[in-house]
T-cell receptor, first 112, second 116 residues
Framework: DQQVKQNSPSLSVQEGRISILNCDYT??????FLWYKKYPAEGPTFLIS?????DKNEDGRFTVFLNKSAKHLSLHIVPSQPGDSAVYFC???????????FGAGTRLTVKP | NAGVMQNPRHLVRRRGQEARLRCSPM?????VYWYRQLPEEGLKFMVY????????ESGMPKERFSAEFPKEGPSILRIQQVVRGDSAAYFC??????????????FGEGSRLTVL
């Protein structure tokens, strides 16, 4: 039961342009959403998060948008840099639950 | 200032053998989580442990899989009688308190299990 879905397995953008990574979820009980970034042969690292009481959270070049009615969130990276090339995982949790659900990931490639 | 340490990084086992994966959390962290990543899939929660206690094992297969986090030493994920479907990357994460989706999960580099 895939409660968190990232429908684009890969995305390629030019350096300096905006990268938009999308994530959909089905469980309306989710109230906390996170993005993790993963380089090859490394573990995921936390990037940015958003609580369901907000619709936007910004941290430098990274902004996460949450649309609760559509059960959709997105990660915007602007401007994109070659070092941003990695796999990005969307994750969600509900009600202080330990069970954080992850999407399948989107591989971002930023071309110089 | 070591991060989460997992070993071995790569493990090859034949069907029917046992696999043991170890995880040492970050210093000061008493909460450990195990996740499994199958090829082309996301990270799937397996188990959450505190020292000497299993808090939530709702993601663990009912048979052949077990986990522990003893008072002394690393957390161990044990897979008995491995099958080819167990081939995956197993990630351990730790947090200083209940993670709860606060971004406080710190992941290790993972252990890649290959079952021949």
């Amino acid at each position: 039961d895939q409660q968190v879905k990232q429908n684009s397995p890969s995305l390629s953008v030019q350096e300096g342009r905006i990268s938009i990574l999308n994530c959909d979820y089905t469980n309306s009980m989710f109230d906390y959403f996170l993005w993790y970034k993963k380089y090859p042969a490394e573990g995921p690292t936390f990037l940015i998060s958003i609580s369901s009481i907000k619709d936007k959270n910004e941290d430098g070049r990274f902004t996460v948008f949450l649309n609760k009615s559509a059960k959709h969130l997105s990660l915007h990276i602007v401007p994109s840099q070659p070092g941003d090339s990695a796999v990005y995982f969307c994750a969600a949790s509900a009600n202080n639950n330990n069970d954080m659900r992850f999407g399948a990931g989107t591989r971002l490639t930023v071309k110089p | 200032n070591a991060g989460v340490m997992q070993n071995p990084r790569h493990l090859v086992r034949r069907r029917g053998q046992e696999a043991r994966l170890r995880c040492s959390p970050m210093k000061g962290h008493s909460h450990v989580y195990w996740y499994r990543q199958l090829p082309e899939e996301g990270l799937k929660f397996m188990v959450y442990l505190q020292k000497e206690n299993i808090i939530d094992e709702s993601g663990m297969p009912k048979e052949r899989f077990s986990a522990e986090f003893p008072k002394e030493g690393p957390s161990i994920l044990r897979i008995q009688q491995v099958v080819r479907g167990d081939s995956a990357a197993y990630f351990c994460a730790s947090s200083p308190s209940q993670g709860r989706g606060t971004g406080e999960l710190f992941f290790g580099e993972g252990s890649r299990l290959t079952v021949l």
